[in-house]
């Protein structure tokens, strides 16, 4: 199982942009993929997008699409998710998690491990 730390989080004043980190460590499978989710007081968990780290597979929401990228670098065992324009309703807590499946994901899969969230706060 993977150990999940997430970081980047922060105060950004609308139109921002922000580059959260997930450093993965510990016994990495053989097929994973890496998931971003924003968690919201009173609402769903809503899934953003994740990346296959063996197989370079994307997804990303349909309503978030076009203001982020999400991308790894396999030295550093860490996936990024950048965020642009950032809006008010970006506020929330950001969680990366994983996904051990081959090939493929999809945000509304079965994400097992989770890291502990950084706080993204979008306000002027």
């Known amino acids: 199982q993977l150990k999940l730390v997430e970081s980047g989080g922060g105060l950004v004043q609308p139109g921002g942009s922000l580059r959260l980190s997930c450093a993965a460590s510990?016994?990495?499978?053989?097929?994973?993929?890496i998931g971003w989710f924003r968690q919201v007081p009173g609402k769903e968990r809503q899934g953003i997008s994740c990346?296959?780290?063996?197989?370079?597979?994307?997804n990303y929401s349909l309503s978030q699409k076009g203001r982020l990228t999400i991308s790894k670098d396999d030295s550093k065992n860490t996936v990024y998710l950048e965020m642009r324009n950032l809006k008010p309703d970006d506020t929330g807590v950001y969680y990366c998690?994983?996904?051990?499946?081959?090939?493929?994901?999809?945000?509304?899969?079965?994400?097992?491990?989770w890291g502990q969230g950084t706080q993204v706060t979008v306000s002027s």
């Open positions: 998690a994983a996904l051990y499946k081959e090939n493929f994901c999809g945000i509304g899969d079965e994400y097992e491990d």
């Open positions: 990346i296959h780290v063996q197989s370079g597979w994307i």
């Open positions: 510990g016994r990495k499978p053989d097929h994973y993929a």
